[in-house]
């Protein structure tokens, strides 16, 4: 293998890896990166064996080839060259040679042959959805995935298909951790084929997420058999998928309200995040006022102190008080964008439905907390 | 007591004595800071038993009074308010009101009975010297006390008077920690007068840097039996002076040199911080190759791979080949500003001094190590 790359493009490459390498794994070959010259590119592959990333990079390949390396250290030694075409060629005994005068690296590869095939793939359905559309879809609701992987039917994103009242296809991502639900869709054009018992995990979501910087862009998505991937340009990200049955959460989906209010957003996030800093009970408990023209927010922690904030609002219905966990609050109200918010409920311990301006398309589902 | 502040004088009052407050001490009254209004200023009260630090912030009292409040908590709290007048208020039970509407915070505090005295203090000698030289003072040698408290003699930084060819008196500071060793020098005016086996211990001088943001103020230097303090502004820092006999270090300046090498700090650094990837044994090991015309680095790890890097110089005597600790020499490199550094060296295993520029006022010895 032979290749002259820039450094801009081998640190863009080696640096669209490191999230799925796993650094401390006994399994040495999963810290490794696969790098693979062909054509006019260079091709870089990680894998923690539920996710593989593929990526493609523009290179002048002298001589095609492939070889294994230690990705994060390949990445320091990278960010630290001078900003010059890199050369990069394989010597025996798996070396790397990384040559960018006057620094002049020798790096231990090893073998491609012990690097986890790419696991085989059909697909059995493919769509495309827009890049700004997936990335919201991955902000209204990732959040609210349980970090604990034993969370049956919980630990990973809910997709489904459904229609729009002029019949477009939607694409709806659902999550919850029992105590919120995040619900977002967006357009799609092809076709969805994910299984019904199957969910998106939380890493590969938050990988995903990472390839969707440029909001021009279309993804492909595509589904086989417990697996789905993810193709943004010249970046595939291939993903298993998680067994598990998603809770019925339609039914969860409140169809009525007795109170209504209307809040800025802004201003009530600064009061959430203020009165946060005293909420340092197990649950984190913020007490909520809903009077006419205002919500008081407090919240009191035995050994630091109370905090109180106001915060102006319109309320339709009966003045009510509330208990919330403020931080599962503080994340849905910070991943929006809208000026207003909408808060609809029910009595004091029924679910509070978050809704962002006028938008039918994203809505979250709070369940309050017992104040003592 | 009752107090109007802006938030920015508040956050810059309590971020001062961040440094000093112990968040994990099991005395707890040393996560606290004592706010004592009077006059036309608020002043801010931290230590740690070793060190206190005194602030003075413009504020309008309306009641002069003190309370002890928790330093880390209270700064969260300050940073987080909305950009207005801060109004203070203590009230029963040591609880003290931060008002800033609409945020409205209760701490608890403590009562000031139980802060410790701020330890008696009666200088003997009293100097002023420009900001920026204690800055560079600093900036050039306390990366060299070793972090470990243990190492008696070595265990923070001596300073000493001198006078340089023209009489004018100098304040030096010399640090080492058995590799290496800094020393830099600067004028001062007044009465030096610390004891011969004191130290100025690390914290204190990253303290007192703190202090310097403003290159253009005087800083008065007061020693007093094993203690000294140091006045910036509004500023004041007292800390205990460290018992140790500092190495003769005067006998370990080389007088001489058979080989003397020029080179460019930026290229030199570049080449350090590169090839230190792969200096990765204990002794972080690199080899330095001094030829005719250029310095060729080198270091190889076990695990990761070998780098190779030339930067040009120019030599007076024979060649040779020495080894360094990677971290050692970085340190100093990156320390210095100057566009050109030299070393002077003697033998493999003798010393080496690195001097920048012209400069005969900031010098370091860097002992090499036993290649393998």
């Not at 870089?44 to 294994?68: F, K, S, W, Y």
């Amino acid at each position: 293998m032979e290749v002259y790359i820039t450094r801009e493009e081998l640190i863009r490459a080696l640096a669209g890896v490191q999230g799925v390498v796993e650094r401390r794994s006994t399994h040495q070959i999963l810290g490794f990166a696969l790098l693979t010259a062909m054509e006019d590119f260079l091709q870089v592959t990680a894998t923690d064996q539920e996710i593989t990333v593929i990526n493609r990079h523009a290179a002048r390949i002298l001589e095609p080839g492939v070889i294994a390396a230690n990705a994060a250290h390949f990445f320091s030694v990278a960010r630290i060259l001078p900003d010059a075409p890199v050369h990069l060629v394989s010597e025996e005994n798996h070396r790397l040679v990384v040559d960018a005068p006057p620094a002049h690296f020798r790096l231990m590869g090893t073998t491609p042959d012990d690097f986890p095939a790419v696991p085989p793939f059909e697909a059995s359905a493919v769509l495309t959805i827009g890049s700004d559309a997936l990335r919201q879809l991955i902000d209204y609701t990732s959040f609210a995935i349980p970090t604990d992987d034993n969370r049956y039917g919980l630990n990973g994103g809910h997709l489904e298909s459904t229609t729009n009242a002029e019949g477009t296809p939607l694409l709806r991502m659902v999550t919850t951790d029992g105590s919120r639900l995040c619900y977002a869709e967006a357009p799609y054009q092809g076709q969805f084929g994910m299984g019904r018992h199957m969910l998106v995990p939380r890493k590969a979501l938050v990988e995903v997420r990472k390839l969707l910087t440029d909001p021009e862009k279309e993804v492909t998505i595509s589904f086989g058999e417990r697996a789905a991937t993810f193709t943004v340009g010249s970046s595939l990200l291939h993903t298993r998928l998680v067994e598990g049955e998603f809770p019925a959460y339609r039914s969860v989906l409140p169809t009525s309200w007795l109170r209504k209010v209307t809040v800025q957003r802004i201003p009530f996030l600064d009061a959430l995040r203020r009165v946060s800093l005293e909420a340092q009970d197990r649950a984190s408990t913020v007490r909520v006022e809903f009077s006419r023209d205002e919500v008081l927010l407090s919240a009191r922690s035995v050994d630091q102190g109370e905090a109180r904030h106001p915060v102006p609002i319109s309320l339709e219905g009966a003045p009510i008080v509330m208990g919330f966990n403020v931080k599962f609050f503080l994340e849905v109200v910070n991943c929006l964008e809208e000026e207003n918010l909408t808060f609809e409920m029910g009595e004091a311990l029924s679910p509070c439905v978050v809704k962002a301006g006028e938008r039918s398309d994203v809505l979250f589902i709070i369940m309050p907390i017992r104040l003592e």
